[in-house]
C-alpha cells in the first residue's frame, strides 16, 4: 500500500531578504507563509518547510528528530565529486543510456526527482530534457539549476539540461505529436517501495515518499516511453526488485546498487 503525500507544508524565508522569493513560492505552491527567520518551535505545527536561504531552496521535515534538509546542489559535495572523480563514460548509467566514443544521445528524463542521474548524463556531454511532476520538486530543481548555471565549473553542463514541470505521460504524448526531434533514449527512475538504499538516498527517498508517495503509473509510462524514444528505454531499478509490469526489458545491467533494464529499440 502506498504512503499517504503529505499536504502540510509552509515556506519560511531565513530573513527579510528573501522575503520576495518566499512569497513568489508561496502563492505557486498555494501553501502558508511564515515569518522570516521563524523559530524551530514555530513550525512545528507543519509537517515540512521549505526554506529560502543563501544556501539556496530547502525542504526540511520538522520535528525534533527530523533528519537534515533536503536540496539540489550540482556545485558541491557528492554530485561535484562523482563529476570529478566518478569514471567517465565507464560508468554503469553511461552503458545503459548508449554512450561510447562518438555517440551522446539526446536523453529525456522523464521522473528527475533530483536531478542526479540527469546531472551525471550532461556531465558526460547529452543534451537532457528533465521531466518532474511534484511541483515541490520541481520547484527544487529549478533552484538547483539556477545555481548551477551561475557557477563557472558547472555553468556549461547546466546549460544542457532543460526542465519541464509537469506529467511524464503527457510530455510524451506531446512529444509524439510534435515536430520537435523526439528523444533517442528515455530514461525512468520512478520510485519505488522498501528500497533498501545508502543513507543518503533513504533519507531523500523518505522525504520524497512523504511529499509524493509512490509512483503508481509507471506501466503505463514505460508504455508511451516505448512508443517515443529512438533508441532504448532505460529503467533504473533496485537490484532485486521486479521489472516493471509490461514487455520484457531486452537485457540488464547490475551496478553495485542497482540495475538497469534496457528495452532496446534500434541501434545507435
Ligand atoms: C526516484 S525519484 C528520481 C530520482 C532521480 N533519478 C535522481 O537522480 O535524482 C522519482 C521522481 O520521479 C517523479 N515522477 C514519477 N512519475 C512521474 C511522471 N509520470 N511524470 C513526471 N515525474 C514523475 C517523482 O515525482 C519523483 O520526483
Known sequence: MSEKPVTS???VPSSADFLEQARKISDALNIQLLEPGSKPEQL?????????SAQGLQLQQTGPKAPGPVFVDFVSGAV?????????IGQQIAKAVGIKSGVRPYIADVTAGLGKDAFVLATLGCEI????????VAMLLQDGLERGGRDLETAEIIARM?????DGIDWLEKSLD??????????????????????Q?????????????????????LEKALKVANNRVVVKRPRKAPIIEGPAPSFALEGKSGRFDIYAIKSF
Open 129 to 136: 530534457t528533465l521531466v518532474e511532476r511534484s511541483p515541490v
Open 9 to 11: 507544508l509552509a515556506v
Open 80 to 88: 561535484a565529486h562523482r563529476r570529478k572523480f566518478g569514471g567517465g
Open 201 to 221: 538516498v533513504k533519507k531523500e527517498m523518505n522525504l520524497f515518499r512523504k511529499l509524493i508517495g509512490d509512483d503508481t503509473d509507471t506501466a503505463k509510462l
Open 162 to 166: 532543460s526542465l519541464f514541470r509537469g
Open 178 to 199: 510534435s515536430d520537435e526531434s523526439q528523444p533517442d533514449v528515455i530514461y525512468l527512475d520512478p520510485m519505488f517501495p522498501h528500497s533498501k538504499k545508502s543513507a
Open 44 to 52: 512545528q505545527s507543519f509537517l515540512m518547510v521549505l526554506s529560502c
